[in-house]
């Protein structure tokens, strides 16, 4: 019973919205008025485990089954990670989780680690694109197929294509922007990407579209752009920045700069946070490991070093809400093809994982941004906002 009251003590912290905690047959409310939600535990999680990582500890035991939720999870979570400025880490002792090696060979295992589960696996719960990144609701009746087909028309139209141009793709994933916009714009595109499951599922779609003449994937790390001195008109890049890791985004931004044309646009559209911090122990052991989120200041301070002129930043955090939660609405219906590939601690792990980064882009924890600039002076392009 101590041991039960110790980490209910420490529950108690996360006062800002009621909640309660039951545990064999015992029940306590943390914050005051109704409560929002009540969290059963299973079995007892130490304070120590609390202490050392409060993600990892509480994340463990939901993925486990020593931690259940009454009602909906989307919505404890919102109430809950609001409060993540109270969470604990013993970053010493976390040091080899929070900070991974950033050498190609162990990128492209953390790269993945993720992208890899397999196609048929993301096919059941993304959209028809396989669009695996935030959507553009331009209405709230918008389906996730039309917020990302959306999405990809205005990043193309962001760039400012025209026919005969060429455009890179960094993190091409499974190759929707550049069908559209050979398809759309007749230009020429490239796309590279770690993931070896994209590449292959990439490849067969530009086969199926009768396109390999206009587009080509490469399996290919940015880092070797240099070397094949290839130059574009335009280079996008569209949540691959998370996985370069803090001290390559210097590194980054130079082979981008080297690849693209002077005077060309690059739009980098990327999950963003306020400040700079290390990542959440759960989320990089579980789901994507070695990942870091980049602070919009610490980009936007780097690009001037590289000749990049901003042109607009724009912040689409509520889109990236809704985005996740349609995932998670299409994962749940899916759930038992997904627990015959997989087990339940997996699918348990998926469920936190979507609709906690739902809670954190609800509650601001995160953004994302999509930044547009030229590289050296451009002043061809429309003096007003074109797209």
């Given at each position: 019973?101590?041991?039960?009251?110790?980490?209910?003590?420490?529950?108690?912290?996360?006062?800002?919205?009621?909640?309660?905690?039951?545990?064999?047959?015992?029940?306590?409310?943390?914050?005051?008025?109704?409560?929002?939600?009540?969290?059963?535990?299973?079995?007892?999680?130490?304070?120590?485990?609390?202490?050392?990582?409060?993600?990892?500890?509480?994340?463990?035991?939901?993925?486990?089954?020593?931690?259940?939720?009454?009602?909906?999870?989307?919505?404890?979570?919102?109430?809950?990670?609001?409060?993540?400025?109270?969470?604990?880490?013993?970053?010493?002792?976390?040091?080899?989780?929070?900070?991974?090696?950033?050498?190609?060979?162990?990128?492209?295992?953390?790269?993945?680690?993720?992208?890899?589960?397999?196609?048929?696996?993301?096919?059941?719960?993304?959209?028809?694109?396989?669009?695996?990144?935030?959507?553009?609701?331009?209405?709230?009746?918008?389906?996730?197929?039309?917020?990302?087909?959306?999405?990809?028309?205005?990043?193309?139209?962001?760039?400012?294509?025209?026919?005969?141009?060429?455009?890179?793709?960094?993190?091409?994933?499974?190759?929707?922007?550049?069908?559209?916009?050979?398809?759309?714009?007749?230009?020429?595109?490239?796309?590279?990407?770690?993931?070896?499951?994209?590449?292959?599922?990439?490849?067969?779609?530009?086969?199926?579209?009768?396109?390999?003449?206009?587009?080509?994937?490469?399996?290919?790390?940015?880092?070797?752009?240099?070397?094949?001195?290839?130059?574009?008109?335009?280079?996008?890049?569209?949540?691959?920045?998370?996985?370069?890791?803090?001290?390559?985004?210097?590194?980054?931004?130079?082979?981008?700069?080297?690849?693209?044309?002077?005077?060309?646009?690059?739009?980098?559209?990327?999950?963003?946070?306020?400040?700079?911090?290390?990542?959440?122990?759960?989320?990089?052991?579980?789901?994507?490991?070695?990942?870091?989120?980049?602070?919009?200041?610490?980009i936007i301070f780097l690009m001037a070093e590289y000749n990049f002129h901003i042109l607009d930043v724009?912040?689409?955090?509520?889109?990236?809400?809704?985005?996740?939660?349609?995932?998670?609405?299409?994962?749940?219906?899916?759930?038992?093809?997904?627990?015959?590939?997989?087990?339940?601690?997996?699918?348990?792990?998926?469920?936190?994982?979507?609709?906690?980064?739902?809670?954190?882009?609800?509650?601001?924890?995160?953004?994302?941004?999509?930044?547009?600039?030229?590289?050296?002076?451009?002043?061809?392009?429309?003096?007003?906002?074109?797209?």
């Amino acid at each position: 019973m101590l041991k039960e009251k110790a980490m209910v003590h420490f529950l108690n912290r996360f006062t800002d919205y009621p909640f309660l905690v039951r545990w064999e047959g015992h029940e306590e409310k943390v914050g005051h008025g109704n409560p929002l939600f009540v969290v059963n535990i299973k079995e007892q999680i130490s304070v120590k485990e609390l202490t050392g990582s409060t993600s990892l500890a509480l994340g463990e035991a939901y993925m486990k089954g020593k931690l259940e939720v009454e009602g909906d999870l989307y919505e404890a979570l919102d109430h809950f990670l609001g409060q993540m400025d109270k969470f604990e880490v013993n970053r010493v002792k976390l040091k080899g989780l929070l900070h991974t090696s950033n050498s190609r060979k162990n990128q492209k295992k953390e790269v993945s680690f993720h992208y890899d589960i397999g196609n048929d696996f993301y096919k059941l719960w993304l959209d028809e694109t396989l669009n695996y990144s935030c959507g553009y609701f331009k209405t709230g009746e918008d389906t996730l197929y039309e917020a990302q087909v959306n999405k990809t028309e205005y990043i193309l139209k962001k760039l400012g294509l025209q026919a005969g141009m060429s455009l890179l793709d960094i993190g091409c994933g499974w190759g929707f922007l550049l069908l559209r916009a050979a398809k759309e714009y007749k230009i020429r595109g490239t796309g590279i990407t770690l993931s070896r499951e994209q590449y292959e599922g990439f490849r067969t779609r530009i086969e199926k579209e009768g396109l390999e003449d206009l587009v080509t994937v490469r399996l290919m790390d940015y880092r070797d752009l240099k070397q094949v001195g290839l130059e574009f008109d335009r280079i996008v890049s569209v949540g691959m920045v998370e996985h370069v890791g803090r001290e390559n985004y210097n590194c980054f931004l130079d082979c981008v700069s080297q690849a693209l044309k002077p005077g060309g646009v690059f739009l980098l559209h990327f999950i963003s946070s306020q400040k700079e911090h290390a990542g959440d122990p759960w989320i990089k052991k579980y789901i994507f490991p070695g990942g870091v989120i980049p602070s919009l200041r610490e980009i936007i301070f780097l690009m001037a070093e590289y000749n990049f002129h901003i042109l607009d930043v724009e912040n689409l955090r509520n889109h990236y809400n809704k985005t996740l939660l349609c995932w998670e609405k299409n994962f749940r219906e899916h759930e038992n093809q997904i627990r015959s590939m997989f087990d339940e601690e997996f699918v348990r792990m998926w469920e936190l994982y979507l609709c906690s980064c739902a809670a954190t882009f609800h509650n601001g924890v995160i953004d994302l941004h999509q930044i547009l600039a030229t590289k050296g002076v451009n002043n061809e392009l429309p003096i007003v906002r074109w797209y």
